[in-house]
């Protein structure tokens, strides 16, 4: 049976389209883009049914090579690995259909080289979450990092310059990941993750374990932009071209926040991270902080893809803040938000494009009721995942910020409660702004000149269906919220929380 | 005590590279000065995996009878080696990648000062 090769079969197809895409791309362009709609197809393929098989079976452990752990690498699907997988490739598939004509306006000629690197990026991030082996980790965390680079660089005028500050501060990341990592290994002797988690209760001594923690958790802290570590995110996200922070904004920061889940919860133990030493009481109160801030910043910003960066900030610290809690509800809020941020941030990413493709900029100032009337379903759309950002029953973004304070109150911490609750209001004045700009002001900044006039029309359809995809994604994910808490994450809860 | 700084020498060396190296990215101003700081930290983490597995007097992991019964202390791990390939290799890819986003920042800005840089952005 195939089926049963699947947690190889997510990455792999995407990594063949990547090499293949290229070369034939470069004799006829218009090959790399159905191939790579086919690779992600086929992997998103494999990862629902990845998923459905290990929710009906249990947790599947693939050796490759037919080499057993420890001695080789073993690709682990459970339930939190393949709930995230099927977000990762669900949402770069959505994005992979509508990046094709978003790009032919933004980076004409380019379409072949970006396919083939999304598919790279898209190929790193479904390996990391796939594999359960710490080195292999770090490989595919570094193919993720360079077309993260890549797809930063290409877009305006100053993006080069923001993709080369991630590229330092992403290395940082990875090099304190691979020191950790290091330390790690000298006292375990082990890479695999499961194999690691049954050595370290064994262990008398506990400083190395210890520095090697510190280190991992810094270094995972810089790609997952964890508040005091996120500068490189707002100018990488706002420089990059439409389809890049669309295959950024939704995943790359939420696969880093599932690795750190792996590494606090499954390496290590719950009652070793939060009893112990408390290393998620610190990581509690920093996404503390980095709500607030980010929602503060996102207030003073002019331009709607900035804000959404500096949004972006915020809505880390709440997967932060549900890890930190490191309780049961805690915890479900996290994943919740892993999933709801990813589809929710997709949508607005892909709205800002939509706008970006028919006026050519997305300042705020500029936006006025000529938007909402010409580009309606964009303007819904909008509407549906500013909601649910804001946490607005039944989107799901509410249901997620509803576990996070469930979490907090089990906690006894209650300055948490009012901090979800002051950044939701804070979430209302940036998102409110944009949509009274779009139904109510009449301004008349965008009719100014008769030709703006007439090319403003909707989006098309290849780029608005994903974005309406996504809109309805966001309600019905609400709507089914309990479903997806009682059949996926309650099983996905790692031992000991 | 004097031992125990002997015996350490390799890891005060790396650790003295890890600071040159997040220093020079941190506080140098020009761009390929922070290139090269982000090259030696990642070359102090390749030589602290390379450091850990040495050992004294100890030879390569191919069986060799004339050291007798097979003893782990007579044989370096290999692992941490091979892993450090693959390290390497992705240190090389990375050097790459910012090379060429310096030749385009060169290009667009005609600098490489940082400060010189963030002025011609606005």
Known sequence: MIFEHFPILIPLPLLLGAMIAAPLGVWK?????????????????????????????GT???????WAPPIGIEYVVDAL??????IVVGIGFLVMIYSHRSLQRELPN?????????????????GMVVTGDLFNLYVFLEIASLSAYALVSVGEKRAPVAAFRYLLLGTIGASFYLLGLGYLYLVTGSLNMLDTARIIPLLQEHGLVLVALTLMIVGIGLKMAMFPLH???????TYAPSAGSAYLAPIATKVSAYVLIRILFTVFEPAFVRDEF???TVIAWLSAVGIIWGSVMAIAQKDLKRMLAYSSVSQIGYIGLGIGLANPLGFIGAVLHIMNHAVMKATLFLVSGNIFYRLGFTEISKFDDKLRKKMPVTSVAFVIAALSMIGIPPTAGFFSKWYLVLGSIDAGNWIFVFVIA????????????????????????????PVEEITIKEA?????????????????????????????????????? | MTDFFIGHMAYYFIIALLIIGLWGMLFKKNLVKKLIGMNILQASIIIFYVASASKYKATVPVIDSRLGAINPADYINPLPHTLMLTAIVVSVATTGVALALLIVIYKRFKTLNEDELLERMK
Do not use: C, Q
């Not at chain 1, 269906?465 to 996905?492: E, F, M, R, W, Y």
């Open chain 1, 29 to 57: 362009r218009d090959l790399a883009y159905p191939i790579a709609l086919f690779a992600t197809g086929v992997s998103l393929f494999f990862a629902v049914s990845g998923l459905i098989f290990v929710l009906n079976t």
């Open chain 1, 60 to 66: 599947h452990h693939y050796h490759l090579g037919s």
């Open chain 1, 81 to 86: 690995s393949g709930f995230v997988a099927v």
């Open chain 1, 110 to 126: 380019k379409e072949v080289p970006f396919h083939s690197v999304s598919l790279l990026f898209l190929a790193g991030l479904s």
């Open chain 1, 231 to 237: 500068l490189w995110l707002p100018d990488a996200y």
């Open chain 1, 278 to 280: 408390s290393f998620t």
């Open chain 1, 422 to 449: 002051l950044s939701s209001l804070l979430n209302v004045v940036y998102f409110f702004r944009i949509i009274e700009k779009m139904y109510i002001s009449k301004t008349k900044n965008l009719s100014e000149s």
């Open chain 1, 460 to 497: 098309p359809v290849s780029m608005l269906v994903p974005t309406l995809i996504l809109a309805i994604a966001v309600i019905v994910l609400g709507l089914l919220n309990a479903v997806i808490v009682d059949s996926v994450i309650k099983s996905a809860m790692p031992r000991g929380l």
